[in-house]
């Protein structure tokens, strides 16, 4: 069993900086999955960055060159270090994992991806961002 205890978050103007962060509780696998997404209001739950064990990180077009992902293997902890953020950021930030490869594509179809959440088995409780205009 793995549990994920989101911290950080908070409220920020436009063009500033914010990170979060995920403890990882529980079992430990030997390839693995950590993810995180948003979801704002009125909107569907989007996956916005994963790290695969491996430390292949994958980050959707969106955020690329904003958002930086990473892990602290000795302490379990996922981050998410965001800069530049704009009002359309405004989320709550869920971190999420599971076991396996982050994404896998084979002769043309893509049997994991890490922005399909149905991939994942394990959730934090998520954090809210706020950016300010």
């Known amino acids: 069993q793995v549990r994920l205890v989101e911290s950080g978050g908070g409220s920020v103007q436009a063009g500033g900086s914010l990170n979060v962060s995920c403890e990882v509780y529980g079992n430990a696998y030997s390839t693995y999955c950590l993810g995180w997404f948003r979801q704002g209001s009125d909107k569907d739950r989007e996956g916005v960055a994963a790290?695969?064990?491996?430390?292949?990180?994958s980050l959707i077009e969106s955020v690329k060159g904003r958002f930086a992902i990473s892990e602290d293997k000795l302490k379990k902890t996922l981050f998410l270090q965001m800069k530049s953020l704009k009002p359309e950021d405004t989320a709550m930030y869920y971190c999420a994992a599971h076991v396996g490869k982050c994404n896998y594509c084979s002769g043309g179809y893509c049997y994991k991806e890490f922005t399909r959440d149905s991939e994942y088995n394990y959730w934090g409780q998520g954090t809210q961002v706020t950016v300010s205009s």
């Open positions: 790290i695969e064990s491996d430390g292949t990180t």
